[in-house]
């Protein structure tokens, strides 16, 4: 099964039966709005030309403009765009922000462009698929494999394009470019004041919980630096080399500094690894998955705990921070397993939140201290963290069920709204 189908399975028509849904609101919500897929040609420094394929993809604009990542990641299809455009509708729902749901990218490896090459991609993917994207039609950011610089790209060709300065174009751009203060940080932040959160409602002091994260880039590392930081033991990181271990707990910022230095593409994207740290016991990621932890944070790729090895998870919490890290198999698994299971579409929302803070920055021309920023993001993510829990304890069901419950009933609303006489 695709993940596209897993999604659908799992947000859409199991949600839509237990909520009775109508079932011209599930065949409107099954389907992208628009779905883009162009062909991208570009000439390699070595005078080669190589072709690449983008996508662009708006699931629903029922609440709000799209929003949704831009991703490289070389496996990426149009499915899977699709895929996760929709998995946006349900989080910004979710997170109660006024935007609908999108996704894209190119499917690129990053890693083996050059940087030049990177930006000539860059932009080239913006020219053509700018009419489909907007302040008020479809808001993108950074995702997988594309950080602030590559957003900043994005935003001036966009910028030439028009003809003018329009920021809210694009949300994650560098704070020299009308950037919001925070937004690097944001989903590792929000994921972290979620761990905090539960550590509370568990009586349970940081110092004394384990933390293994599984993905040591934008949200992997900040989630570690940030609970690192409020006394919790993270005991495990990887990235797609491989991962290390200690007993006594990793330092993050230190674990960082040595991936860099292990290389990194313009001061862009690492390419080096966590694996640098030579005097460090190595993992596999499997292992990791599997290690005898309180809490796991997948923040890496999709679908990497599977029906194979969601029967081997120890954590007696997974923080699910990466989009779709489990199949539906494997959330049902782990269910049974008594694992609390807090679902990408809060646990990772301080994102798109804290984009959300970047769009209304750019819009209004007012723009906000970074602890404004966090206590803003601190006070959606947790009210909204705490309606899904107590529907939850109310009603005996999942966080997931909970919260897909809260997003498709309010998304719903909006179609409905909207086709009212
Ligand atoms: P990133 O490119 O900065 O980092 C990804 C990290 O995962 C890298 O360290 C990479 O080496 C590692 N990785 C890739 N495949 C792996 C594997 N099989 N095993 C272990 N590690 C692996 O990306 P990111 O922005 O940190 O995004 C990570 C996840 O979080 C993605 O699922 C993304 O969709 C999701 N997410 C990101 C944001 C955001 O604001 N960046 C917001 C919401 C959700």
């Not at 162009?38 to 190589?50: A, E, F, H, Q």
């Not at 271990?245 to 862009?268: A, R």
């Not at 796991?296 to 990497?304: K, M, N, S, T, W």
């Not at 989009?323 to 049902?332: C, F, L, Y």
């Amino acid at each position: 099964m695709s993940i596209f189908e897993d999604l659908l399975g799992c947000y859409l028509y199991e949600t839509a039966e237990q909520i009775k849904l109508e079932d011209w609101i599930v065949e409107i919500l099954a389907a992208p709005k628009r779905a883009v897929e162009v062909s991208i040609p570009l000439r390699l420094d070595s005078g080669k030309m190589k072709v690449f394929k983008a996508y662009r993809v708006l699931h629903s604009d029922a609440r709000g403009p799209g929003k949704g990542g831009v991703r490289y990641q070389k496996e990426l299809t149009v499915v899977d765009a699709k895929a996760l455009a929709f998995l946006m509708s349900i989080k910004c729902a979710c997170a109660n922000i006024p935007f609908g749901g999108a996704k894209g990218g190119i499917a690129v490896d990053a890693k083996a462009l050059s940087l030049n090459e990177l930006e000539r991609l860059t932009r080239a993917y913006v020219r053509e698929t700018h009419l489909f994207t907007g302040e008020n039609i479809d808001v993108q950011a950074p995702d997988l494999y594309t950080n602030e610089r590559i957003i900043g790209w994005m935003a001036d060709e966009y910028y030439k394009i028009k003809g003018k300065v329009l920021p809210a174009f694009i949300t994650g751009k560098p704070v020299s470019m009308l950037g919001s203060l925070g937004r690097v940080e944001a989903t590792g932040r929000g994921g972290a004041y979620i761990v905090s959160e539960i550590a509370k409602l568990k009586n349970l002091k940081p110092a004394k919980i384990t933390v293994a994260i599984q993905g040591f880039g934008n949200v992997g590392y900040y989630t570690a630096k940030f609970l690192f930081e409020e006394g919790y033991k993270i005991v495990a990181v990887s990235d797609s080399k491989g991962g290390v271990y200690s007993g006594e707990g990793l330092n993050p910022e230190k674990l960082m500094e040595e991936k860099i230095k292990g290389g990194i593409l313009g001061e862009c994207i690492p390419t080096g690894s966590v694996l640098a740290c030579k005097e460090l016991e190595r993992i596999t990621n499997e292992e990791l998955l599997e290690s005898e932890i309180d809490i796991l944070i997948p923040a890496a790729a999709e679908g990497q705990i599977t029906e194979k090895n969601a029967g081997k998870i120890r954590a007696d919490i997974v923080v699910e921070l990466a989009n779709a890290s489990m199949t539906r198999e494997a959330d049902k698994i782990l269910e049974k397993n008594k694992i609390l299971v807090v679902p990408d579409i809060i646990a990772n929302a301080g994102g798109v939140i804290v984009s959300y803070f970047e769009w209304i920055q750019n819009r209004t021309g007012d723009y906000w201290k970074k602890e404004k920023v966090f206590n803003e993001l601190s006070n959606i993510i947790l009210s909204e963290f705490r309606t899904i829990n107590k529907m939850s304890e109310e009603k005996e069901i999942s966080l997931r069920s909970a919260a897909s419950i809260v997003a498709l009933e309010r998304l719903a609303e909006a179609v409905r709204e909207k086709s009212r006489n």
